[in-house]
């Protein structure tokens, strides 16, 4: 079982950063595809990027590449989002979740997050 905590959310103007954190819990966390989605209000979840367990390996929706790198540490058992030149269209909760299987967007994931919100002001 893995248990996962964001942190860094805020608020920040448009053309700005934010570094959200991912503190997971137990022995296993090297072990796990590690993904970032999102959820803006009224909208479906959405995936956003993608780690696999050694950080070889990364994949992002096309809207965000560029702008956000994803990363891990597995000796901290962190995942990590860089988020630079931050939008208005950005602003949502955050989630990151843990997969045993499968890579990417289509992971099964199987542990997630409670997110922290993101808000980006024009």
């Known amino acids: 079982h893995v248990q996962l905590v964001e942190s860094g959310g805020g608020l920040v103007q448009a053309g700005g950063s934010l570094r959200l954190s991912c503190a997971a819990s137990?022995?296993?966390?090297?072990?796990?595809?590690m993904g970032w989605f999102r959820q803006a209000p009224g909208k479906e979840r959405e995936f956003v990027a993608a780690i696999n367990s050694i950080g070889s390996a990364k994949s992002y929706v096309d809207y965000v590449k560029g702008r956000f790198t994803v990363s891990r540490d597995n000796a901290k058992n962190t995942l990590y989002l860089q988020m630079n030149n931050l939008k208005p269209e950005d602003t949502a909760v955050y989630i990151c979740?843990?997969?045993?299987?499968?890579?990417?967007?289509?992971?099964?994931?199987?542990?997630w997050g409670q997110g922290t919100q993101v808000t980006v002001s024009s």
């Open positions: 137990g022995r296993t966390f090297s072990s796990y595809v």
């Open positions: 979740a843990a997969a045993s299987k499968g890579w990417g967007r289509t992971a099964e994931y199987d542990y």
